[in-house]
């Protein structure tokens, strides 16, 4: 007598995160755990209450780094972008100017 076949248990529907930044090639952290550089993507099992989250870090030089949580049902591509604000730039000092009429420095060959 034949078996009856028992179908393969399903696979957990997963949620994936599209994760993107504007600029691109920020460094993406998980838990202080280095995933990557953006654009990626992630894909995370929900847990008990039927969504998945992800609270994402990003981090890129010369730009303030950003922490946001991000949710989605299984299923789902969840678009996880997030603009980097521009950290102000801090000016550098130049020389002094000089006093008026100093503007030519000495001729050493009078």
Do not use: C, H, W
């Not at 847990?47 to 609270?55: F, I, K, Q, Y």
């Not at 922490?67 to 591509?77: H, L, Q, R, V």
């Not at 130049?94 to 420095?105: C, L, T, V």
């Amino acid at each position: 007598a034949a078996v009856p076949a028992t179908p393969p248990p399903a696979a957990p529907r997963v949620v994936r995160f599209r994760v993107e930044s504007e600029p691109v090639g920020a460094e993406v952290t998980i838990n202080g755990r280095v995933r990557g550089k953006t654009p990626l993507e992630i894909e995370r099992t929900p847990d008990d209450s039927g969504l998945a989250s992800l609270e994402l870090t990003f981090a890129l030089e010369g730009y303030q780094t950003v922490s946001k949580t991000f949710a989605g049902e299984p299923g789902s591509t969840v678009p996880a972008s997030m603009k980097l604000p521009q950290l102000p730039r801090i000016k550098k000092q130049g020389p002094k100017p000089k006093a008026p009429g100093s503007a030519y420095k000495d001729d050493p060959y009078q």
